[in-house]
Protein backbone atom coordinates (compact mmCIF):
# COMPACT_ATOMS: atom_id res chain seq x y z
CA UNK A 1 0.00 0.00 0.00
CA UNK A 2 1.58 3.40 -0.63
CA UNK A 3 1.82 6.11 1.28
CA UNK A 4 -1.04 8.35 -0.45
CA UNK A 5 -3.41 5.26 0.22
CA UNK A 6 -1.94 5.16 3.88
CA UNK A 7 -3.16 8.74 4.24
CA UNK A 8 -6.41 9.00 2.44
CA UNK A 9 -7.32 6.27 4.89
CA UNK A 10 -5.92 7.77 7.91
CA UNK A 11 -8.19 11.21 6.66
CA UNK A 12 -11.17 9.33 6.22
CA UNK A 13 -10.93 7.34 9.66
CA UNK A 14 -10.48 11.04 11.07
CA UNK A 15 -13.71 12.51 8.81
CA UNK A 16 -15.88 9.47 9.93
CA UNK A 17 -14.60 10.00 14.20
CA UNK A 18 -15.24 13.15 13.72
CA UNK A 19 -18.58 12.97 11.88
CA UNK A 20 -17.77 14.91 9.15
CA UNK A 21 -18.34 12.33 6.01
CA UNK A 22 -21.46 13.61 3.96
CA UNK A 23 -23.28 10.75 3.50
CA UNK A 24 -24.56 7.34 4.12
CA UNK A 25 -22.93 6.17 1.04
CA UNK A 26 -19.82 7.46 2.32
CA UNK A 27 -19.68 5.84 5.31
CA UNK A 28 -20.78 2.41 3.33
CA UNK A 29 -17.66 2.64 1.11
CA UNK A 30 -15.74 3.72 3.78
CA UNK A 31 -16.17 0.57 5.41
CA UNK A 32 -16.20 -1.56 2.43
CA UNK A 33 -12.63 -0.36 2.14
CA UNK A 34 -11.58 -1.09 5.69
CA UNK A 35 -13.21 -4.46 4.93
CA UNK A 36 -10.95 -5.38 1.95
CA UNK A 37 -7.73 -3.76 3.68
CA UNK A 38 -8.39 -5.91 6.71
CA UNK A 39 -8.60 -3.05 8.82
CA UNK A 40 -11.72 -3.21 10.24
CA UNK A 41 -10.74 -6.19 11.98
CA UNK A 42 -7.29 -4.34 13.76
CA UNK A 43 -9.03 -1.08 14.70
CA UNK A 44 -11.11 -1.03 18.38
CA UNK A 45 -13.89 -2.84 18.19
CA UNK A 46 -16.99 -0.63 17.52
CA UNK A 47 -15.42 -0.42 13.78
CA UNK A 48 -15.24 -4.44 13.56
CA UNK A 49 -18.83 -4.40 15.04
CA UNK A 50 -19.99 -1.40 12.80
CA UNK A 51 -18.41 -3.60 9.85
CA UNK A 52 -20.32 -6.73 10.94
CA UNK A 53 -23.28 -5.00 11.13
CA UNK A 54 -23.30 -3.72 7.65
CA UNK A 55 -22.47 -6.89 6.30
CA UNK A 56 -25.10 -8.48 8.26
CA UNK A 57 -27.63 -5.89 6.24
CA UNK A 58 -26.30 -6.55 3.06
CA UNK A 59 -24.50 -3.34 2.50
CA UNK A 60 -21.43 -4.42 2.72
CA UNK A 61 -19.00 -7.53 1.50
CA UNK A 62 -17.28 -9.51 3.72
CA UNK A 63 -14.05 -9.17 1.44
CA UNK A 64 -12.76 -7.33 -1.66
CA UNK A 65 -15.82 -5.63 -3.40
CA UNK A 66 -16.08 -7.00 -6.92
CA UNK A 67 -17.94 -3.27 -7.81
CA UNK A 68 -14.38 -1.02 -6.70
Same mark, same amino acid.
Given at each position: ??????????? !? @? @?????????????????????????????????? $? !????????? $????? $??????
Amino acid at each position: MSLPKNHDLLQ !R @I @IDFEEGNMESEQEVIDFFQDLINTGMAWRLQGSY $G !RTAASLIDQ $GLVTD $GPSVLH
